[in-house]
């Protein structure tokens, strides 16, 4: 695999595919990590004297133009990140902007996904766009690591067309879920949560014989608690998974690993901000009311096995972080990966999100990986398209 210092590239024209799906409200970006995290590729190509023309998506446009999902502010806050100016081009196929763009300057194209093709199953589709994207460059760089579970045109298929390599991004998170998967420093803690187990079944099924520790929170917890025949109230559950959770945990202890569940449970009547939080145990949560959040026991019995841990990762939220009263399990949760002495990873958008919200800096973690979908099926042992195909 070439690397971005593979090509020289003064006076080249670089196609560059980045991750820019930043949450957006009111027109507002409401956490710019992922622009922050395509800034150095970005740098090293134009301080090589590259002319640069970025491809981004964000949100699921499904191949029509939606005012509220443009990438107009992307390119506004990506302008004043680099202190330069970035040139935004509404059009995406015949992009004069992109045609004109010279050594040392960035162009950011709107919203790939505004074409059909980018995302469309046939591959005939796909090409087609993808050899309108590399007429406008002669090299590929691809850093959009939050997308490159897929196989879209921007992200896979343009790099049959074009000389290419992964940017600096790409090759880092790349480099860290190696650390996780090849040889961990042991012991080897995951702490999984957020809303649906079905999510992380395949993480959960691939890694269980790697781990030491498997610490489970979140909405996902109760289908788990269920498996036990325990009372879950209103709390979230995936019914229709409970044979395979069930197996699973017989699975755990077969392997010694140390399966964590949470022994309280922050329950309330509502799935509200305001709603009366009590603390039950995981065993009697009465029947009207739902689980938002693992206890202070189970927070202080996951944070003392993850800072025993030498690795980490982390991905989903232990509660409903986005209301005060339900984020205390997240907070402790995050707070023990922080003095994680060896690699602490947080996997994923909403988990980077949930921490940043909570009051944390990137750098109080080893590293926060910021494609959620991307790192979550590497680790489940699946390929991903737009990495092999960068071989
Ligand atoms: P995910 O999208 O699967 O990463 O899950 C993130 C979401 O899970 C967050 O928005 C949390 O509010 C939500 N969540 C975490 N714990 C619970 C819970 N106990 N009940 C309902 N939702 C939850």
Redesign the pocket.
Known sequence: MNSLQSFDYAGKRVLLRCDLNVPIKDGVITDDGRIRASLPTIQYLVSQGAAVIITAHLGRPKGERKAELSLAPVAHRLGDLLDMKVTFSQEIIGSIEAKNVKAGEVVLIENIRYEGAETSKDESERTTLAKELAAYADIFISDGFGAVHRKHASVYDVAKLLPHAPGYLVAAEIDVLKKLTQNPQRPYGVVL????VS??IGVIENLLDKVNVMAI??????TFLAAQGYEIGK??VEVDLIPTVKELMARAEKLSVTLLLPTDIVVAPA?AADATPTIVGADSIPADQ????IGPVSAAAFAAAIVECKTVFW?????????PN?AVG?KVVAQALTQVTGISVVG????AA?VRKLGFADSDFGYISTG?GASLEYLEGKELPGISVLA
Request: glycine content about 30%; overall charge negative.
């Open positions: 949560g957020g809303s649906k999510d992380k929170g979140g909405g996902m917890l109760f709390s979230l799935f739902m689980g938002l959040d991905n989903g939220p232990m509660g409903v972080f986005e209301f339900f997240t994923g958008g909403d988990s949930a959620g």
